[in-house]
């Protein structure tokens, strides 16, 4: 039992389950290997209704809510945490070109993104900062009918791969801080913009790099929302994604728990098995227990979000704890399976995939300063 799954939740969580064994999991390590996205696959994820299902039925979604994302997107990652960053991407982009795109502009890309035929990655972090969001230099000025981007940004997951990017300039000046920031959907083949890929620990399919604007034209309807609104937006949809990421890190651990407890159950060591030593076994138990716990969390954040009540502070426990811990779970199952676990293959892949979320997509220190907010209030806890 799940109090915050229905019975046709859990049916959908096992639907994805069974699609991303059969489909997504066997190609996981060759994935890793040669650093390409299956299109594909993607293509069949949208086909199912697996990507951004939580978005209206007008947009391409279904309209199932912020938990139906979260169930399908535990699903993939459980296979194959790189290519579940399609569901991540689609769901946060997706949010912000619903609320803030002009129909006649979102409604195309979002029809592309459902059906995954288009990935979408957001531009956010630049070379001179990655925690200090609100301190942008990319330059964006307008110029008759468009904007006008001059600029880099940096660590941008999907990077070379996007088709379009949600991304965030400066509109105003740096003194004006967060008010000065803007945000543009941009088509990736404009004039002007260049890309390449950094050779990353983990994630290797999905990838990471920078993205490069010289005098980019994006035609002014493409902005989202009105100008000076663009962090705005990013900061509420990362309490959306926060709670993802949680789910995505917690069920690679889980999978790493499934396979460590039947392993050390089978290995026989001194004509025991290896869980009949406490030294093993009560690790196992303390993470499993961890991981449980974390898992509800999320889903109380994803429950709360769905219901229209606040949950920042639950989204940055989410975010902080489920990607230290689930890199702690995978490291103690690797050396659970001994010289095996240390071999090249999947234990080893997860602990280099997951490693990567306790640094994008916000610090653990950042987290901890957003609950101590919410807790204390601003004032006391200021920046």
Known sequence: MNPYLDEDLMALAEHARRFADARVAPGYLERDQTRVLDRALM??????????????????????????????????????????????????????????????????WLQRLTRG???????????????????????????????????????????????????????????AGARGVSALLVPMDLPGITRNRFDCHGQRAIGR??????????????????EGEGFVQVMQGFDFSRALIGLQVLAVAQAALDETWAYVAERQAFGKPLSAFQG???????????????????????????????????AAMCKWWAPKLSYDVVHQCLLCFGHGGYDRGVMEQRLRDVLGFQIGDGTAQIMKTIIARARAGREAVPA
């Not at 008759?144 to 990017?165: F, P, R």
């Not at 790099?209 to 009105?226: M, W």
């Open 209 to 226: 790099g920078s993205i490069f604007f010289e005098n980019v034209r994006v035609p002014a309807s493409h902005l989202l929302g009105q």
């Open 280 to 314: 093993v076994s009560h690790p196992l138990a303390d993470f499993q227990t961890q991981v449980t716990a974390a898992r509800l969390l999320c889903l109380q954040t994803l429950w709360l979000k769905d219901h229209g009540l606040p949950h920042t502070a639950e």
């Open 117 to 175: 035929e288009a990935l979408l990655a957001i531009a956010l972090t630049e070379p001179r900062g990655g925690s200090d969001a609100a301190s942008l230099r990319l330059r964006m000025e307008r110029d008759g009918d468009a904007y006008v981007l001059n600029g880099e940004k940096t660590s941008i997951s999907a990077a070379d791969q996007a088709d379009a990017a949600v991304v965030f300039a400066r509109s105003g000046t740096v003194e």
């Open 43 to 108: 293509r069949e994820m949208g086909a199912m209704g697996f990507i951004g299902p939580e978005l209206p039925e007008a947009w391409g979604g279904q309209g199932l809510g912020s938990l139906a994302a979260g169930v399908i997107h535990e699903a993939v990652a459980r296979a194959d945490l790189s290519l579940s960053y399609i569901n991540l991407l689609a769901s946060l982009n997706g949010q912000i070109l619903a609320q803030h795109a002009r129909p006649e502009i979102g409604a195309p």
